[in-house]
């Protein structure tokens, strides 16, 4: 099913080369392969992708569930501060932030509910 939904991403890229949310889809995709070389391009996408504002919340969003998929937990804090820092970053985001350290105390991100 991944392989599948793969090939009809890279073809919409080849066809849309400038539609960075299709290159992110294709990303996403990568991320969730068994191969390693495919996880490592998606996530090298997805690096770049975080440049391009039209797409770049989104492209913290994939690299930090797959951050947090692989438990690389000091990348996890790292891209929640960055999301953290956006000028557009919404509650939510902030709130996925904080839910991703696998040492919220550590990670310097309070959720609301947490005590002062």
Same mark, same amino acid.
């Given at each position: 099913?991944?392989?599948?939904?793969?090939?009809?991403?890279?073809?919409?890229?080849?066809?849309?080369?400038?539609?960075?949310?299709?290159?992110? =889809? +294709? *990303?996403?995709?990568?991320? #969730?392969?068994? %191969?390693?070389?495919?996880? /490592?391009?998606? $996530?090298?996408?997805?690096?770049?992708?975080?440049?391009?504002?039209?797409?770049?919340?989104?492209?913290?969003?994939?690299?930090?569930?797959?951050?947090?998929?692989?438990?690389?937990?000091?990348?996890?804090? =790292? +891209? *929640?501060?960055?999301?953290? #820092?956006?000028? %557009?970053?919404?509650?939510? /985001?902030?709130? $996925?932030?904080?839910?991703?350290?696998?040492?919220?105390?550590?990670?310097?991100?309070?959720?609301?509910?947490?005590?002062?």
């Amino acid at each position: 099913m991944l392989a599948a939904a793969e090939q009809h991403l890279t073809m919409a890229v080849r066809l849309s080369p400038n539609d960075p949310q299709r290159q992110l =889809e +294709l *990303a996403e995709v990568q991320l #969730r392969s068994d %191969d390693r070389s495919k996880r /490592d391009a998606g $996530r090298a996408l997805a690096e770049r992708l975080k440049s391009d504002p039209k797409v770049r919340r989104d492209a913290l969003h994939v690299l930090l569930d797959d951050a947090s998929r692989w438990r690389h937990d000091s990348a996890s804090v =790292e +891209l *929640a501060r960055e999301l953290d #820092r956006l000028p %557009d970053a919404t509650f939510a /985001d902030r709130l $996925r932030g904080a839910r991703h350290p696998a040492r919220p105390e550590r990670s310097g991100f309070h959720c609301c509910t947490d005590p002062a």
